[in-house]
């Protein structure tokens, strides 16, 4: 495999989705850890209805829109102060500490960022984190009007970065990303974050489900969609040794017992 570019999702592979829940305590104090799941998990939807629809609106309108399905259906009054400073945290997500890094060891390959992210909430975020003095481009699906993990969506690198889909290593958290861009015909990296090991043992250690575990439970394994990652790796710090050469992972996935 000979890499010209290494392209990441942004969000829950560079960006820590999970880093908005302090501002939703904040804001709605005991409401904080199920609003942050149901808010990401009814976001997804949207694109992905949105996509099917033929009703395209861009990412900060369903992000917007998302949140305000999660406090009306959790029956939180708000006003637009409060609305706000919870949107604001998505152009101030944490990065995952080994992101910086890791990305200054893959070059000097190309590096990009492809999201379904709108531009403005795109670039505000490559800044404030300072990843933009690292990055190469930041792809915006809202070139296609489509989200992924349509096909028109991963087309977007080779018409930005002029790569083949196998000179590209695409890298992502989010098993219905990797199985789009898989399906596309690229290289695609996993980060699995959160084994099934793990899971089985926090369904049965606690009597009742936490919303980070149910939404770690439907939005964090491996779809069962006839698509592989060719690598499955565990942090972002470990990417540099893929990209020059290593064999691919052909572990099977394991499954809890």
């Known amino acids: 495999m000979s890499l010209k570019a290494v392209i990441f999702d942004a969000y829950g592979t560079l960006y820590d989705i999970q880093s908005v829940a302090e501002t939703t305590e904040d804001a709605f104090p005991g409401y904080g850890e199920i609003i942050t799941q149901i808010w990401r998990i009814k976001q997804l939807e949207y694109t992905w209805l949105r996509s099917l629809m033929r009703r395209y609106q861009d990412f900060n309108a369903a992000t917007r829109d998302s949140l305000a399905y999660t406090l009306r259906v959790l029956g939180l009054a708000y006003d637009s102060d409060a609305f706000e400073r919870v949107i604001e945290k998505y152009l101030h997500l944490d990065l995952y500490p080994d992101a910086a890094a890791t990305l200054a060891a893959l070059k000097p390959r190309k590096l990009a960022i492809l999201s379904n992210g709108s531009p403005n909430m795109l670039g505000a975020l490559v800044r404030n984190s300072g990843l933009d003095a690292l990055l190469d481009a930041t792809i915006s699906v809202d070139a296609k009007k489509i989200f992924k993990p349509s096909p028109e969506a991963y ?103």
């Open 155 to 257: 087309m977007l690198i080779g018409e930005a970065l002029g790569t083949a889909p196998d000179e590209v290593l695409f890298v992502s958290s989010n098993p219905w990303d990797v199985a789009g861009a898989k399906a596309f015909g690229l290289n695609v990296a996993w980060i699995e974050r959160v084994t099934p090991e793990a899971m089985a043992l926090a369904c049965v250690e606690n009597e009742l489900v936490a919303p980070l575990t149910m939404f770690k439970a439907i939005r964090t394994q491996m779809d069962e969609l006839g698509f592989a990652p060719d690598h499955r790796v565990r942090s972002l710090s470990e990417l540099p040794r893929i990209a020059e050469g290593s064999p691919k992972d052909r572990r099977p996935p394991v499954r809890p017992e």
